[in-house]
Each structure stands twice: as C-alpha cells, then as structure tokens.
C-alpha cells in the first residue's frame, strides 16, 4: 500500500497561491493514477484534479478547473497541485490519493491510498 505524505498548505489571504506537494514511495507516479481531494467540515471529500500515469493526462474538476493545475515528477514520485487565486470557500483538508491505473475517477471510494491531509486555510 502506497504511503503518500502531503505537505505545503497554510494560511493565506484570498487571491495568495500555493503549491501542494505529494510525496509518494518511489515509483509510485509512474503505476498509479493520482488524484487530490479536499474536505471540508461538514460536507463530503470533493474531487479536485487527477493525473494519469503515463501520458500525464490531468483531469479537472469544473469548480477550479481554471485555478488549480495538477502536475507531477514522475523522478521524484512527487504529484503537486498548483493553487492559484485561492478563495474562503477552498478552505479544506486537501488530500493525495492513489488507485490502480485506468480512467481516473472522481468518487473518493475508487481510490485505495491516501495521505494524511495537508490543511488549506483562506481568509477573506
């Protein structure tokens, strides 16, 4: 099971960027679809970016298709979510997750590894 270590979040202003990196076993990019999520109290983990394992198709969801871009170093086993124009309502538990290649998916019960989560703090 991968062990994936997420790291980069704070405290910004609206309108701050910041970039989230996910540290994955090596090799772990290169086998395995990745994805980040977020969570916020009270509601359901929410879908956010995917990207495949080879060919490094990204997938995005629509609310932040145009502010957030997922990436990764497939060297580094290191997936990174790009945050950009960040606004209160992207407060959440952001989170890495992995799961057996294919056509990535936005359920959070398709994925079988996650990290820890990495808080992402928006004040207005």
């Known amino acids: 099971q991968a062990q994936l270590v997420e790291s980069g979040g704070g405290l910004v202003q609206a309108g701050d960027s910041l970039r989230l990196s996910c540290a994955a076993p090596?090799?772990?990019?290169?086998?395995?679809?990745m994805a980040w999520f977020r969570q916020s109290p009270g509601k359901e983990r929410e879908f956010v970016a995917a990207?495949?394992?080879?060919?490094?198709?990204?997938y995005n969801s629509d609310s932040v298709k145009a502010r957030f871009t997922i990436s990764k170093d497939d060297a580094q086993s290191t997936v990174y979510l790009n945050l950009s124009g960040l606004q209160p309502e992207d407060t959440a538990v952001y989170y890495c997750?992995?799961?057996?290649?294919?056509?990535?998916?936005?359920?959070?019960?398709?994925?079988?590894?996650w990290g820890q989560g990495t808080q992402v703090t928006v004040s207005s």
């Open positions: 090596r090799r772990t990019t290169m086998w395995y679809t």
């Open positions: 997750a992995a799961t057996q290649p294919g056509n990535p998916s936005t359920v959070a019960s398709s994925y079988e590894n």
């Open positions: 990207i495949s394992r080879i060919g490094s198709r990204t």
